[in-house]
């Protein structure tokens, strides 16, 4: 327990335990000793908080470069609300002005700079999504453009002397490029001081993130001690892979759930999620407790529970959570009545189209982006040319196809439009 102050009573030394074990579930870091350090800083900082009747600033920064959030965005954020769940502050950081960078932890390649009105677009649709996992009356929402507008040159520099040229290029993201010889910018460096510079604005006890934010909360703590602040505690969980079983999850990649997606999509894109990680998807992506999730990995692993009914409880738990126990219900029936007895969706979403002489020829790509069937047309593209879709029962490669009044078109497995005269 923390040194100094009275010590705590056998309740708070419990109520310690309890809140350190919750805290600490599911979590992963990159060697044994940063896990020790932390979990020795965390406990020491929760006794603390007890002793002095203070809860814990706790905060999560997100850079709005999407429109929307999908899973993997929310496994942070359900480590946030867990926090805010055992009574400590809960700071949500919309990152404005580092997402004019853009966070090159995850990218092997430069990341293109975002224009300032697309990101105001997205943060605020980032906000109000974040309030489904956190209790907004609770949360304090700060933007970094607070204080990283306003700092000048001096200030610039005198935060990079904190650190070597040899501590960014150490990572994988730079060092890989670095070894394609491919260019790696300054200001791709910069984006480590701003974020740590936030820890410091924002004088946070802790800060949860991915394992790949790893580097940037570190820097955090280095710029704490500069400026005389406890060093933040790092909380770090594992990167939630998408619908491949392989890449993280990623809307540009299109292996993703999105938290506002239609219920039968969720429920369909859970159902394809290979075996192998189901119960990674059980443990970041939903809301179950801990105590059924193991009961579902000994079930997977001792054979009484087949593959097939974890996934129904998967995509029933991801369903539920976003749209209702109800909503959930209808997507596990509608999808049973298409894959398991091979029949089309009763209520097939619907597109009208301007038919001449009974037909219209289209562009493919063009028709799945309009119809919401796919994010891009580059996305549309991909799967055109992976032979995922099909025209009336056949499997179409385009790029132009003719289509009539009452023609349906499938995507995937899960993805159904039908196409209907205008007027």
């Known amino acids: 327990m923390s040194a100094g102050g009275p010590p705590l009573s056998a309740a708070q030394r419990a109520e310690v335990e309890r809140q350190h074990a919750l805290i600490m579930r599911g979590t992963r870091f990159g060697d044994a000793e940063t896990r020790a350090t932390m979990e020795r800083e965390l406990r020491d900082r929760l006794a603390e908080s007890l002793r002095d009747d203070r809860p814990l600033r706790v905060y999560l920064g997100v850079d709005p470069t999407a429109p929307d959030l999908h899973l993997g965005h929310c496994v942070a954020l359900r480590k946030l609300r867990t926090f805010q769940e055992l009574g400590h502050q809960a700071v949500l950081l919309i990152g404005d002005f580092t997402a ?14 975002n224009p300032a009105a697309t990101i105001a677009a997205h943060a605020a649709t980032y906000q109000e999504q974040a309030f489904k996992l956190l209790d907004r009356a609770r949360t304090e929402v700060r933007r970094n453009s607070e204080w990283l507008a306003g700092l000048t040159f001096e200030d610039v520099v005198q935060l990079a002397s904190n650190f070597t040229v040899a501590q960014f290029i150490e990572r994988d993201t730079f060092r890989n490029r670095l070894d394609r010889g491919e260019p790696v910018y300054v200001h791709e460096f910069m984006y480590g001081l701003m974020q740590g510079y936030d820890a410091v604005a924002l004088e946070t006890d802790v800060q949860v993130g991915g394992t790949d934010q790893t580097f940037n909360l570190m820097a955090g703590r280095i710029l704490q001690r500069t400026y005389e602040q406890p060093p933040q505690i790092a909380i770090t ?59 579902i990995e000994a079930g997977l692993r001792d054979g009484t529970l087949h ?74 593209k991909r799967l055109i040319a992976g032979g995922a879709v099909q025209l009336d029962g056949e499997r179409v490669e385009g790029p132009e196809v003719r289509v009539e009044p009452g023609s349906v078109l499938r995507v995937g497995r899960r993805r159904w439009l039908r196409l209907v005269a205008e007027g």
Not at 342 to 360: K, Y
């Open 237 to 295: 969980s594992p990167i939630l892979v998408g619908l491949d079983g392989v890449e993280r999850m990623s809307k540009s990649a299109g292996n993703y759930i999105g938290i506002d997606e239609p219920p039968d999509q969720q429920y369909g894109k859970a159902m394809s999620i290979p075996d192998d990680v189901l119960i990674d998807f059980f443990t970041l992506g939903t809301n179950l407790e801990a105590a059924e999730v193991d009961a």
């Open 307 to 380: 593959p097939m009914r974890a996934k129904q409880r998967l995509a029933h738990a991801i369903v539920a959570e976003w749209h209702g126990a109800e909503a959930a219900e209808a997507a596990a029936e509608g999808f049973a009545r298409v894959f398991s007895r091979r029949e089309q969706p009763a209520d097939m979403p619907e597109l009208a189209l301007a038919f001449e002489d009974g037909a219209a020829s289209v562009v493919l790509a063009d028709l799945l982006t309009r119809a919401g069937l796919a994010a891009s047309r580059a996305e549309a």
């Open 100 to 113: 004019l960078i853009g966070d090159p932890s995850d990218k092997d390649a430069s990341r293109p700079m």
